[in-house]
């Protein structure tokens, strides 16, 4: 409940942040014609040209002029107060239909759907955060960086500090509030998930009304458009392939295929500030677009707005912004053979403010190379298909003849993994080709996105880390233009109630096998929710088994409340800047890292050196700080603290110095403890 409320409070704290600006830009340049629309219509341009224009902007203020930041906002709180009392006193010509109300309904069961995602789930003495806290886990120690100072530092590398190099522009537009009153991080990174899916909500609508130009029943598509959301590929195929040969159960079911394309509810719980990059470029390519297509004159504040959105995107995320790079390329080159000179110009111009917004930014993200390249060409893999290969005997002696088999079975990789979505496209190509759909500019373009995505998932893959998220994310504009295709299909054969349907009726064979799809797409993100909710306590109780971050022992959940009590007493008695120091190798760095709220001389595992820092002196670090954890001599402690700056030494009961009764752990007195944390205050603090 106090992580409810805690969430409910930054949503709210934030809802000024990610309504004005947006509110305040549309009337003053009368972006889709801001002002001569239905004020249903304004507020739902708001909350995606507030996410389009509010981050980049926030970041420079912040960063050069930071009374600016505030006198700006002042400036458009108060602007837009003014704007909806004159709106108010208007008299209402039409009724409010009843599908806003829906509408609204919808977004508040969001608002519980994601809260109850993400927040942690307390029964008795055991605390379980979701699966999801992998992620957000580290978002938190970056959030409560940003909002000390822009730009932030690395919060596991403290002492000497560390620019942070992450895309994290979506983190401190969500931060804003944390200036004014006081909010937990944790609870400010959920807010960022409620509002993405809310201003996902308001991109369909959008994308109904001027890319795919819905004329009627608009408000029963876009909530159509936005049930769909629910409804994902045919992982849960192979996710329940897997559970029963091998008894165990993926805790996130997009984890079968590494090369995975995330389901919509996936990507808004785990990374919501892909899906804002997402909608930042969507309204950039939008705007133009719709300008250009409607009135084919110049105009200066489209371009500057839309680059002002590209410039966001960069800063909310580098793989998204780069597919989106690749679409208005390909999009260029269709208006240059077209001759449209005009909406030619006017993307290179918003590229170009982009760039010029982005700078500084771009520029701080510089530091030492890991080797890795950001992008590299590699066809997109399938693990399972080599796996299936071996057991009937074929085996492969070289890279080509792997990637050969991964060509082979690439359509199959994109059935799963889009499902009900592929037929879509295929339908969609299909009507296009007999020219039941005319080919119009807008088509064009919404191809060209679609297109753009499949090229850099097939033929691309990042490879500074890990895994290769940008063969996760770049699927992210193609799978909305999917969405908005589907919404418009299904509607004209399921819900059409005119005697003429604009689309002719598809077999019953189609219609039964795309309603297949579409129960197999709601089953696949129900496991998938289910999981990421429910899985640790699952795990924790030995009702369950499978690959996840949960420690497999039976008292994970009172390890997590026993930290999260302690970190809640420190928090009390510590000041915001104190430096905490947990063992660089616990198994519970994702704990640590989720209820700290203090910056870590090593943390995350190994200083988190690929967000900032030199991985040799991280190294120095590790060698001084860790056997404090292994060996019960606890003479050089102090002189270790003072070295690196450290306030406070977090002891928990797996680390190896609790269980040597004469360890410095049992001789020094603590400032908390419980059964399973000790802690200590050393250097400067230490009494």
Known sequence: MADTLGTIKACLALLPFIFAPGYVAGWAFDLFEFRQRRPIL???????LSIAIGPMLSYLLARYLEPGLWVFYIIVFAVCLVLLAKEARRPQRLPVSKYIWIALGVMALWVAAAIGTTVDLQIGDKLYPPIVAFDHSVRTAM?????????????FFANASAPLRYHYLWLLFCSLPMKVIHLSPRHVVYSGVVWCGIGLMCVIALGLKFLLQVQTQIEQKTLLGIALLCVTGLDILPVVCFGIAKHLWLSDMEWWNEPQITSWMGSLLWVPHHVAALLACFVGFLLLRHRAGVYHTWATAPVIVAGMAFASAVGMSVYVTFTFVIVVVLWLLV??????????AMFAGAGAFALLWSLPYLSGLRGPSSGNAFVEVALRSFPWAIFFAQQIGITFRTQFEVDVAYAIFLPINYALELGFFLAVAVVRLLRLKRGSIEASDNEQAAWTLVIASFLVGTCLRSTTLGSNDLGWRCFLPAQLILLLWGTTMVYDWWFEVSRVAPQPAPRPWVRAALMALLILGLLGTAYQVLMLRMFPSLADSGAIAGPSWVAPNRQ???????LRSAYEALDAQLPASAVLQSNPATQDRILHMLYSGRDAAAGNGGCGTDFGGDPDVCSQRLQKLGPLFDQPDGSGLDAACREYGIDVVVVEDLDRVWHEPSSWVWSRTPAVANDYVRVFRCGKLFP
């Open 335 to 344: 208006l240059v053979v077209r001759k449209h000179w005009i909406e030619a």
């Open 556 to 562: 994970f959940g009172k390890r997590a409340y026993a």
């Open 143 to 155: 959030t409560v960086a940003i909002a000390r100072h822009v730009p932030p530092s690395n919060p």
């Open 42 to 48: 304004r507020m739902t341009l708001a909350v995606p």
